[in-house]
């Protein structure tokens, strides 16, 4: 019978070659999209998973709170880790990783192997405990996992840069030189296999934690905090018990009494303005948006879900399609149906029939769905940022897809099977049988639901595409146009400065200045405490940022001087002097600020100038205090050229760093892409949302286009005796597009409100942001309704320009 039910089906598909091939487009498109959305979701909710008792491994977390504004950090003091572990029964191991490049090694470092003259730029450092690799689980290609950090001196890395540095060789015991500093060598004492793509950890090399100290008693001091804190809790803890009882421990026994000691007035309201809590190592990746500083890399929750209803509703539009066209093709099949029900046919042997003949089109639609992902594969990669393949190699894989083929097959057939299967022979085969009313409303309903969130996804696309030019275009507060970031210039050690005299002597350079701190991702961040002069023992301190500054990185960044002067060279009092930013200055309640004297761990500086407010984070944080000191931080040369010759003075600059350090490579970049990449998960969302907005109105488009057509088929008798009777072409296309535009406007009704409420509140998220004004809202709706009338006219012009007397010769 099976063998029955698909020689007719496969029949029916080739007799109405219009209907399937629309019906398996549609279906194929949403197939391919729910495959990629669902292996990127599925790649980003597996993060960390792969970590032996993941399920135990908590990450610590701040969360401060300050005029009504919370703070949510994940920076720790170094000795939390070992507190904690020696306090609580409940923790099995603890340990640090500190990547913060304001400190010596952690970030970005220049490398040369023993025996070897060339320098080698290499990032991912970061500094680590012994019990970081156990809580991780981290596997070694060479060496031994278990004291592999354990002395100190020593270095842990990643095989593919051992791979990189060393070929085929065993690196244990070789020697690496950081920054050429020859005299402090660090022995490689291990080889870890590469973290895979779906772990929060992403670093290629760990130096050894064991011996380190950032500046005398910083082991110890509880209120510097640099290090990330990982807790492995024994199985069965409490974990809401513990950080409850973690929280009041480390606040009253350790941390009010260090701050108070320390003559920090914000000690005494400690209790009540800061609290710890613990993030789970597999929330890292996705919940990790309310943290401050967290890195950039780390995805949103929110894009899983986003992305997720996306392909589901791109798949539903496709299943809508064919219950669309076949409810529409009733008329056509209805007298097949009255045959075979008077000839014995069961109503049970029609469902079959139909539903076989459903299940056959969409397992063909999702082999050829499969096909899509995997030619789109790449494209989706570059898209998303993420290393994602298709997984041929799962044994569940294609069962997966074939189950879900079986189950959208019968799920999108089993309404037509069931209105089909129903039909009154004796109806049907006296030319009685029509289309209800009930079955055209369900077609209306459906029409208006795939246009509804085909316009919710235009309007997406506006709103985020508006959100990253704004960012992108709007004023900073800085220059970042025509300026060339230099890399390793900390190489130059002391002939730094006479590196930048001779760049500024070269033909098309305005201005040079040195400095690693800058307003884009990856530069050096210092967060520090102020509070004005006799206000120590009164006020509480106000967090900033301290910057390390010469005197041309004003004027290199475009940034303006709202009151006071910049640094001089001629003034050796500079030294002791700083330049604040209004938001510092409005913290510290200094109405005229050029003049004072604020305090940062107990030594004066005199503000001598206030630079306008200018964003160094994304534009999601409000501008944050902001204090710059006078001196050099010599790992960035940042240049603004004068020239629209740029090649030519790239090729200068290079030739001029080829005679300061010919063995090493010369490496730049652009400002303005630096800023960027502040923002390429925005931009990532852009894309994703356009790319799946056109493929949704797409598939809409093409339900109703068919739809069109085979209406317009069924009412050919209807046309042609309403122009025998001098009906205009104006008459005949008004009668075929007017419902369908009905249609139309009804879904702009529904999905405007909709799309306007969801996109503010993802514009929530950004501190500074545009307003969604009414042009997006009805550009989004003329889109849509320009593509429904596109889309019908085809139809209704061909109907229009039918010969009315062909159609009724056999009347």
């Not at 008004?734 to 009804?746: R, T």
Request: net charge neutral.
């Amino acid at each position: 019978m099976f063998k029955n039910y698909l020689k007719i089906a496969w029949r029916n598909l080739l007799k109405n070659r219009g209907f399937t091939v629309i019906n398996i487009a549609g279906l194929s498109i949403g197939v391919a999209a729910c495959i990629l959305i669902s292996i990127y979701i599925f790649h980003e909710t597996s993060y960390d998973k792969q970590v032996p008792g993941s399920e135990n491994v908590y990450r610590m977390i701040g969360t401060y709170i300050e005029d009504g504004r919370a703070e949510v950090g994940i920076h720790f003091s170094a000795n939390t880790a070992s507190t904690v572990l020696q306090d609580f029964a409940e923790v099995q191991n603890s340990g640090r990783l500190m990547a913060n490049g304001l400190f010596y090694g952690a970030g970005t470092n220049e490398i040369r192997i023993d025996g070897k003259a060339m320098q080698h730029h290499e990032e991912a450092f970061a500094y680590a405990d012994q019990s970081i690799l156990d809580i991780m689980g981290v596997s070694m290609v060479r060496g031994d996992a278990a004291t592999a950090l354990t002395e100190p001196k020593t270095i842990v890395i990643s095989e593919s840069k051992a791979r990189k540095h060393f070929g085929t060789a065993n690196p244990v015991g070789q020697v690496i030189y950081l920054n050429g500093d020859d005299e402090d060598p660090y022995r490689v004492n291990g080889v870890m296999k590469d973290f895979p793509s779906n772990s929060h950890l992403d670093y290629d090399f760990f130096l050894t934690m064991e011996g380190v100290e950032f500046g005398e008693g910083e082991q110890t001091r509880w209120f510097q905090s640099n290090y990330f804190t990982y807790l492995q809790l024994k199985p069965g803890t409490d974990v809401a018990a513990f950080e409850e009882k973690m929280s009041n421990r480390l606040i009253h026994t350790y941390l009010k009494p260090a701050y108070l000691s320390a003559g920090f007035v914000q000690g005494e309201t400690l209790e009540d303005q800061l609290n710890m809590s613990l993030q789970k190592l597999r929330d890292i990746n996705l919940y990790s948006a309310h943290i401050d500083y967290e890195s950039s890399s780390r995805n949103d929750i929110k894009i899983i879900w986003i992305f997720g209803i996306i392909a589901l509703f791109i798949l539903i539009i496709a299943s809508i399609n064919f219950v669309n066209l076949s409810t529409a093709k009733s008329v056509n099949r209805a007298k097949e149906v009255g045959v075979r029900k008077v000839v014995g046919s069961s109503r049970r042997y029609l469902i079959g029939q139909f539903l076989t003949e459903s299940a056959l089109i969409t397992v063909i639609a999702f082999g050829i769905g499969i096909v899509l992902s995997w030619l789109l594969m790449p494209l989706f990669r570059e898209m998303s940022g993420k290393h994602l393949i298709l997984p041929w190699s799962s044994p569940i894989f294609i069962p997966i897809v074939l189950l879900a083929a079986l189950a959208v097959g019968c799920l999108a057939g089993l309404y037509p099977s069931f209105y089909l299967s129903r039909f009154n022979p004796a109806k049907v085969l006296k030319g009685m049988m029509g289309q209800s009313k009930k079955t055209s409303g369900l077609r209306s309903g459906l029409v208006v639901f795939q246009f509804t969130i085909s316009i919710i996804l235009i309007i997406g696309t506006f709103i985020v595409n508006q959100q990253m030019d704004f960012i992108l275009n709007s004023k900073i507060g800085f220059e970042k146009e025509q300026v060339v970031q230099l890399y390793g210039t900390n190489m130059l050690n002391d002939k730094v400065s006479t590196f930048k005299d001779e760049l500024e002597n070269l033909n098309g350079v305005g201005s040079v200045t040195i400095s690693d701190y800058l307003p884009i991702e990856g530069a050096k961040r210092d967060g520090n405490s102020f509070v004005n002069e006799g206000r120590e023992q009164i006020d509480e301190t106000v967090g900033g940022q301290a910057w390390v500054i010469d005197e041309d990185y004003l004027e290199t960044l475009g940034m303006k001087l709202a009151a006071g002067r910049n640094f001089s060279e001629e003034r050796s009092a500079d030294d002791e002097a700083v330049i604040i930013n209004q938001a510092m200055a409005k913290k510290l309640n200094l109405s005229e600020p050029v003049g004072k004297r604020i305090s940062r761990f107990g030594q004066l500086y005199e503000v001598i100038g206030v630079v306008e407010d200018f964003n160094f984070n994304t534009m999601k944080q409000e501008v944050q205090p902001l204090c710059f000191f006078r001196g050099i931080s010599p790992s960035i040369i940042s240049v603004k050229a004068a020239t629209g010759d740029m090649p030519a003075l790239l090729t200068s600059m290079e030739a001029k760093w080829r005679q300061f350090m010919p063995n090493m490579a010369f490496r730049y970049a652009f400002m303005n892409d630096s800023f960027a990449k502040m923002y390429r998960n925005v931009s990532r969302i852009r894309t994703i949302f356009l790319s799946f907005a056109i493929l949704a109105i797409f598939v809409a488009c093409l339900g109703l286009f068919a739809l069109s057509a085979f209406l317009v088929e069924q009412r050919k008798k209807e046309i042609s005796i309403r122009m025998v009777l001098g009906a205009s072409f104006q008459n005949i296309y008004k009668l075929l597009s007017l419902n369908f535009l009905k249609l139309v406007g009804l879904a702009i009704l529904i999905a405007v409100p909709i799309g306007w409420y969801a996109m503010s509140r993802w514009l929530e998220d950004f501190a500074y942001k545009i307003t969604i004004g009414w042009e997006i809202l009805s550009g989004a709706a003329l889109i849509a309704l320009f593509i429904a009338i596109v889309t019908i006219s085809y139809q209704s012009i061909g109907a229009a320009l039918i010969q009315p007397l062909k159609n009724l010769r056999s009347e």
